[in-house]
């Protein structure tokens, strides 16, 4: 089997090398390409192996086109790994969480600089949900053709490959956990930096909303001057097929089960309004093309991915109880409805 040269990839492999024994690392699938040659879609876990300790999950490269979402969590399983050789509170931490890694799960579309997978299907648009109002023309799922952006793949197929094995991961580590939440990263939307959560594919609010705000509260708390805008995805379009939301509507299956998805959304627009020769290149409206721009990129989000590994892990500190939940819920309401 060859290797296509893939650098993040080749990244990727030299941390999971300096980790050594202290990472559980898996392949969950193979990806091929066009040429013949395969690509892996890894699994990196670390913290604690007990079934019911909470989980939080970090998810990059989904988007082909978009490197610098894999590269955040790269450089955070990176900082992690380095940490682990001398941070004692770090140690301790990683007793009572575990933490899971998919840095690049469309290693295929990332390899062909494309936004969709091999298939020349966006993985965002795959999964068997349906928006229950009129989205935005291709933009929000099509089945037209491969050759159109956002094409959602056949009726009635299998969800792909790549999709597949982040519902593996999702199914086989996070759903048997009564806490458990991820973040997804992504780039291309404005100018802002969005935390989105679900839903996608309809404007009411998720069943556990109240949780969502809480969440925002103790991030807002002890970061006063952040740079995120936080809302749920259906404030700005809708989509079909959004993985995120078919994961979370089976979650619900156990009502006692809290899931609770994130999708950064850098705000790649404001690179190109700094550097517009980027305009003039595919990755350029996705991606910092200045090293000293990528550079920041990848420690302003640090804090963020930190903050959620400690959130889970003091997740019983701060989620509400029955009175708080109401009080939270209509707090939500006002704010994002």
């Not at 909303?209 to 749920?232: D, G, M």
């Not at 509400?320 to 707090?331: I, K, V």
């Amino acid at each position: 089997m060859t290797r296509t040269k893939l650098p993040e990839l080749s990244a990727l492999e030299r941390i999971i090398e300096l980790g050594a024994k202290k990472l559980d690392v898996r392949v969950v699938r193979h990806v091929s390409l066009p040429d013949g040659s395969q690509l892996p879609v890894y699994a990196i876990a670390l913290g604690s192996p007990d079934p019911t300790a909470p989980i939080v999950g970090y998810f990059g490269g989904v988007h082909g086109l978009e490197r610098i979402g894999a590269e955040v969590v790269i450089a955070y399983l990176q900082s992690l790994v380095m940490r682990l050789q001398w941070d004692s509170t770090l140690h301790q931490q990683l007793e009572s969480v575990r933490l899971v890694f998919m840095p690049i799960v469309n290693p295929g579309g990332m390899a062909l600089g494309t936004r969709a997978n091999p298939h020349g299907v966006d993985l965002m648009r795959n999964a068997p949900v349906q928006a229950q109002e009129p989205v935005p023309f291709l933009v929000g799922g099509q089945r037209y053709s491969a050759s159109l952006p956002w094409y959602r793949g056949p009726l009635n197929a299998p969800m792909e490959v790549e999709n597949q094995a982040i519902c593996e991961v999702i199914e086989r580590e996070f759903f048997p956990r009564a806490f458990s939440l991820c973040v997804d990263c992504h780039s291309g939307f404005g100018t802002r930096d969005r935390l989105w959560f679900p839903f996608a594919h309809k404007r009411e609010p998720m069943a556990h909303l109240a949780e969502l705000q809480a969440l925002k509260n103790i991030f807002v708390q002890s970061n006063s001057y952040h740079r995120y805008v936080v809302e749920p995805q259906s404030l700005q379009y809708l989509a079909h097929g959004d993985l995120w939301d078919h994961l979370y509507l089976q979650s619900l299956a156990k009502p006692e089960r809290i899931f609770l998805p994130l999708t950064l959304e850098m705000g790649s627009w404001l690179w190109v309004k700094k550097n517009p020769r980027q305009l003039f290149s595919r990755h350029g409206i996705f991606n910092p093309l200045i090293e000293h721009r990528q550079q920041r990129v990848l420690r302003q989000h640090q804090s963020l991915l930190d903050f959620l590994s400690r959130a889970a892990s003091g997740h019983r500190l701060w989620l509400p109880n029955a009175e708080q939940r109401a009080l939270l819920h209509a707090q939500a309401l006002l704010d994002w409805y």
